[in-house]
């Protein structure tokens, strides 16, 4: 019988070892599975390199892995946010290693990591910082820069409903890089706001085939981090 | 300056919203016309901000900010937005800008200042993908310094991308002869704007 099920988040991140590299689901907090985070905190893993769209807010989830100094590296398109305060710190003090990458591009290395394509020309970035030292290949009297897959050891994501198979469906802008991750990493752990039977979601409208997911887990009410944020909360929780 | 831009915008356009002035675009779209606004983290369909104390976190656009979806609007991965994106399938997008030069550089994701954290976005796929990209921002900086100049000063975000620039002063086009005013605010003269514009420009 498959059973990807797991009873608790710190259970589903327990193996995940020093050095590892990790892609992170969300679009600032939309989509960002702050409860399997958390748990990588509190699991103690160490020297990460994580590859996530931003870099976290406030004093939790994202930010609060940074701040409790496990990542060595972040891929990234966008670390400046309002309340980013950590990422920003370590940055200037140069305790964190930071790859900046146009946002499609970063869509289109994820996608193309979990499809089996090492590397692909794109005209993004011809011409700016950004390309320097890449590639330059022209196609049609265009230019396009040559830009290459990233995987990963595991992925984080947050989707809204699935089963034991592992098939997910996603929740209005919370999608965002949840389905392309799923693809890129060895073992994709999922936190979910309701596990279903199997059956129970419309084969039509699934968005991330079970295939691709390795690991399931309900976290019921997820925490928002905007609210945690404007509370100014730090994790581990003080109290 | 939002509305001038929105009133351009022809009816069954797919248009790509930035950050910041460029978000107040939506509010002025006339009526009768239908334009389906993309937002780059996942939708198609962007509606107008949600009344206080209905906001979705879940629901934001590329801002972060709470947003609404019209009915008939979707929603999809990353890959897929910026497929869209560069894959030339949005016909505008519409971005603010630190500065544009005589040939339509553009430049407005990093100062280049060694304290300034760099954060690019989706900013370089736009401007390569999207057929027309429409820059909206003030004439000059604060100082009064010139943003539309010979050649860009700052990091660039794209090589000859920029279609039109609205500003507080005028529209001008990037045309294969250089910048040209194709309107003047009203109460601005061809001196003021040509004193207030490093790059030369065409009347």
Partial sequence: MINKVFKTPNEAVADISDGATIMIGGFGEAGSPIELIHALIDQGAKNLTIISNNAGSGHVGLAALLEHKRVKKIICSYPKTAFSEVFPDLYCNGEIELELVPQGTLAERIRCGGAGIPAFYTPTSVGTPLAEGKEIREFDGKSYVLEYALKADFALVKAHQGDRYGNLIYYKTARNFGPIMCMAAKVTIAQVNKIVEVGDIDPEIIVTPNIFVQRIVEVANPLHEHVLVSQNKKYPWTE | ?203
Wanted: glycine share 12%; hydrophobic share 40%; aromatic share 6%.
């Fill in chain 2, 1 to 203: 300056m939002a509305k001038l831009v929105a009133n351009d915008i022809p009816d069954g356009s797919y248009v790509n919203l930035g950050i910041g002035i460029p978000e107040l675009i939506a509010n002025y779209v006339p009526q009768g016309r239908e334009v389906i606004i993309h937002t780059e983290n996942g939708l198609l369909g962007v509606g107008p901000a949600p009344a206080p104390g209905s906001e979705d976190f879940d629901l934001i656009n590329a801002g972060k900010k709470p947003i609404t979806a019209i009915k008939g609007a979707c929603f999809f991965h990353h890959a897929d937005s910026f497929a869209m994106i560069r894959g030339g399938h949005l016909d505008f997008t519409i971005l603010g800008a630190y500065q544009v030069s005589q040939n339509g550089d553009l430049a407005n994701w990093s100062t280049g200042s060694p304290n300034d954290i760099p954060a690019v976005g989706g900013a370089m796929d736009l401007v390569q993908g999207v057929k027309n990209v429409f820059v909206i921002m003030s004439h000059t900086t604060k100082d009064g310094n010139p943003k539309i100049v010979k050649k860009c000063s700052y990091p660039l975000t794209g090589i000859g991308v920029v279609s039109r620039i609205y500003t507080d002063l005028a529209i001008i086009d990037v045309t294969n002869q250089g910048l040209k005013v194709i309107k003047l605010s009203p109460g601005i003269d061809k001196d003021t704007i040509i004193n207030k514009t490093e790059a030369e420009l065409i009347f």
